[in-house]
């Protein structure tokens, strides 16, 4: 039984990742870089994209938003005035807790990619499925609010172990926990060393500046 | 294939159900209540149980601790001399995100069940998935943290929703937060009209004693 399940679970990551390379062949194509961008609930992702987006200067940016339900962030980011498409993944097994390569697929014909050179893909708010299914995307970089402690990456190691950058969110509520930010980075390197990380606060926009830039060097591939 | 694949998803919650209720004849027949604790990464349901378990005078509590991998919480609180009996999921899919029925049913052999009056559950740190799995609790109660945003109940309206008391936890960061109390309060009515709430917070300890009351009247079944 046990057995049984076991290969039904590698056939259907087997059949996402055939799904993700046929993504990032689209989006090679089209010279559209994608982040699939992920955290646990209110990290702060939305906010981090409201700080940087508007400001992108030279590089068209789209947004595909994946939430269970509702359209509260792509909300949020359409008022940027950046081309935002939403994702439900309600519609299966009381909401689908990650997004994977298919419902990108899907959301596929509704995004220009002719007309944008970054796609950010902001996932579903959870640190574990979301890591086990590649989207198509060229990085994954995740966002850990400090209000969370800094026992994250041990718990749940997958996620920070498959991320290319980690951004340390809400720095401006340190004061205010009990949060050794050591120990944190112990933890971090411990599951994936040397992993790039940046230190920000989305609420009072100290930090973001170093996001901003990385994400003109991921798109345009030359430092700002 | 849609049509397929929702069948299979049906026939498993069916599964679940059916051993859920296999679980909780078990509670019920030992005589012990069962806390099904949810919440996303870091909204502090480890604290919280550090704060209430010592404390429980006349109550003899155990817990079930439930993480992808590692046994930090379950260090924790064995150090309040509590029984904990960790259930690691990472054995499945890279990391289960959630309890299912099955893998409590695993555990209960490890569970001196005719010696206690109280088995808290502590589920794996995720606002989907674990809001769509029976366990055989008798309630389920959810921790938010303020630090999360007062959206959430519309983002995760299934975990609200199912839910018997919500804690809202981490109030001392309310000065240091854009977060609209009444706000969060309208959201939480609109997917669970009236659902008992208590706000509090784990690391002063403001507020913990109606959380301890309530375990005990639970448990006791008259107010302490």
């Avoid at 059949?15 to 990290?43: E, H, Y």
Wanted: net charge negative.
């Amino acid at each position: 039984m046990h057995r049984t399940r076991v290969r039904v679970v590698e056939d259907a990551l087997d059949a996402n990742n055939t799904i993700a390379r046929a993504n990032r062949d689209d989006f090679d194509r089209a010279g559209v870089k994608v982040v699939n961008l992920m955290s646990a609930p209110g990290a702060g992702k939305t906010t981090l994209l409201e700080r940087v987006l508007g400001s992108l200067d030279g590089v068209r940016a789209a947004v595909l938003e994946g939430d269970v339900q509702g359209s509260l962030d792509a909300d949020r980011l359409a008022r940027l005035h950046v081309p935002v498409t939403q994702l439900n993944t309600d519609p299966g097994f009381g909401g689908e807790c990650h997004l994977d390569a298919n419902m990108v697929r899907s959301a596929l014909p509704e995004i220009a990619l002719g007309e944008i050179d970054l796609l950010v893909i902001e996932n579903v708010g959870n640190l574990v499925c979301p890591a086990e299914f590649r989207v198509g995307e060229d990085v994954r970089v995740m966002v850990s609010s400090v209000a969370e402690g800094e026992d994250k990456p041990l718990k749940y190691p997958l996620m920070f172990r498959t991320c290319e950058l980690v951004l340390v969110n809400k720095v401006d509520l340190l004061p205010y926990l009990d949060y050794d930010v050591d120990k944190f980075l112990y933890h971090l390197d411990a599951v994936n060393p040397g992993v790039p990380r940046m230190f920000m606060s989305a609420r009072t926009g100290e930090g973001v500046d170093a996001w901003r830039e990385w994400l003109l060097e991921l798109t345009m591939g030359v430092r700002a």
